[in-house]
RNA sequence: GGUGGGUUGGCCGAGAGGCGAGGCAACGGACUGCAAAUCCGUGUACACGGGUUCAAAUCCCGUACCCACCUCCA
């Protein structure tokens, strides 16, 4: 079976076929750097990544390519209120999302560019869109160039809507504009801007709308035609169809797939607002671990809103550890198990129907289920093999626990020595304790297990004698 | 007004005409000195009302409720 995509553009799971044998080239938008990332920003990112991973192993050569919006009218409004220049507000909370992603293992992007270095290319495309007669500058002098929605037939045609048929914006501005659907490529600079924040153009200083960024992005790193463009789902519209209608009015064929993500919300009004910042991505991973996150994230479907719950996460950080502690347990029996094991047909079949994450989930845990059976007889072919196929899948998903991606300070080389420490400590008591259980003393056997277990220490017993965990 | 999505067992979460995905929780059993982990077993779930069909969570019609988006900002 070949691998099959909703694409937004016809309602359908459709084949997927490449424009070029062996090669995928995709684009997603990334986030406005105006505030720290919180858990629905990072599942985007998570979803997309996931996609990127089965390409890569199905063997595709993919060109992953997501921006990152820094500078837009939230960003100079947020620096400005909090007294900082808008280019350092970006920057940080740039580095806010690269250190939330990582902590979730989501690959780096083949390229990240930025809307602030392909300012040259916008105005390129907006002159192009000039010259076909799909755009024009402001009747105002503002400096504002619009793209003309009436000089295109098919706008509408992504999230099939008729103009008229759209609700009029009453509070808009028309200030220039022709009609009040048309959009800004192109905005002015205005006094009360920071001079930084405008960049020379034909029809004056200025910056760039933001829709006419991703497709100058777009077509600079993919060319003018595309495999798939993602994002979330509220960026159908207008932000993707103002994408489509400006690509497409200039010429360019752009992307053959729209793949959109669904939201992750909060429950209930009451909470969101006490939810709020525990949100962020740093303080959910104080709850539980980056591995634990993403599972989370995966075991949805990507298309399927998720409400999100702290419930709910711990549950699937539980869930997650049987697979992860089968894991150990065969590596503590066989040694290092490869990574590269086969996959199964029902996981293939699941990832293939449209990044089916939930039954690919499902048929890990089938798998599991297996290899514990084969644990309780000792060392064998079959565990190993069957231990490398989970291995395999999960990396699939990004979320084997071995992969380095995971690896972050507190596994470094202090923790290794801690850890060790902490492992000749735990060995002594566990010899008193062996002796006891020798003696059938269990009175004084348990007490040293509940003397450990409240140091947060977990004790079990194996066939290959007691082992301790965290 | 327009466009699209949703309502599944105690909980999370798949499926899209025909043997009850999977996980979490619970209960019973096996194993264990006791646990833990693991394995085996236990559920008559598809918002409501009609209809089509040998067969409907799944298709059709209607109803209710919920959600997203509708042109800088939404």
Request: charged share 25%; aromatic share 8%; hydrophobic share 40%.
């Amino acid at each position: 079976m070949n691998l099959r995509l909703h694409d937004t553009a016809t309602r359908e799971v459709r084949d997927f076929v490449p424009l070029e044998e062996g090669r995928a080239g995709i684009y997603v938008c990334g986030l406005t750097v105006q505030s720290e990332p919180h858990v629905g920003h990072v599942r985007s990112a998570v979803n997309f990544d996931v996609l990127r991973r089965w390409l890569t192993a199905s063997g595709y050569d993919v060109h992953f390519i997501r921006n990152v919006t820094d500078i837009d009218d939230k960003i100079l409004a947020k620096s400005a209120e909090q007294g900082r220049p808008w280019y350092n507000l970006a920057y940080a909370m740039h580095a806010e999302l690269t250190k939330a992603l990582a902590s979730i293992n989501v690959l780096p992007p083949t390229y990240e560019p930025g809307a602030t270095g392909t300012v040259p290319e916008m105005v390129e495309l907006i002159e192009t869109l000039i010259e076909r007669g799909h755009a024009y500058a402001a009747e105002d002098g503002s400096g504002d160039v619009y793209f003309d929605v009436r000089s295109w037939p098919s706008y509408g045609e992504l999230t099939r809507q008729g103009l008229d048929d759209m609700e009029p914006a009453e509070d808009a501005d028309p200030r220039g504009k022709r009609d009040p659907r048309d959009f800004a490529l192109w905005k002015g600079w205005k006094t009360t801007e920071p001079e930084s924040a405008a960049w020379p153009a034909p029809w004056g200083r200025g910056r760039p709308g933001w829709h006419i960024e991703c497709s100058a992005m777009a077509s600079k790193y993919l060319g003018p035609a595309f495999d798939i463009h993602g994002g979330g789902v509220d960026l159908r519209f207008p932000h993707h169809e103002n994408e489509l209608a400006q690509s497409r009015a200039a010429g360019k064929p752009f992307a053959s797939y729209w793949m959109h993500n669904a939201w992750i919300t909060t429950a209930g009004e009451k909470m969101s607002k006490s939810l709020g910042n525990s949100l962020l991505v740093p303080s959910v991973l104080e709850r539980v671990r980056g591995i634990e996150l993403r599972f989370y994230m995966v075991s949805a479907h990507y298309r399927s809103h998720v409400e999100f719950s702290f419930e709910a996460l711990d549950e699937a950080a539980t869930s997650f550890r049987r697979i992860e502690n089968y894991l150990e347990r065969a590596a503590a029996l066989l040694g290092e198990v490869p990574a590269n094991g086969i996959w199964c047909a029902e996981f293939v079949a699941a990832m293939d129907d449209d990044l089916g994450t939930p039954a690919a989930v499902a048929a890990i845990h089938d798998v599991v289920r297996e290899g514990n059976k084969l644990l309780a007889d000792g060392p064998s072919d079959a565990l190993r093999g069957n231990a490398a196929s989970v291995r395999a899948m999960l990396g699939v998903l990004g979320l084997d626990p071995a992969d380095p991606g995971w690896s972050d300070g507190s596994s470094g080389a202090e923790a290794e020595q801690l850890r060790g420490a902490v492992d000749v400590l735990i060995t002594a008591l566990l010899e008193d304790r062996a002796q006891a259980r020798a003696d059938k003393d269990w009175g004084r056997a348990d007490a040293i297990r509940d003397r450990i277990k409240a140091a947060g220490i977990e004790i079990e017993d194996t066939p290959s004698g007691p082992k301790w965990s965290i």
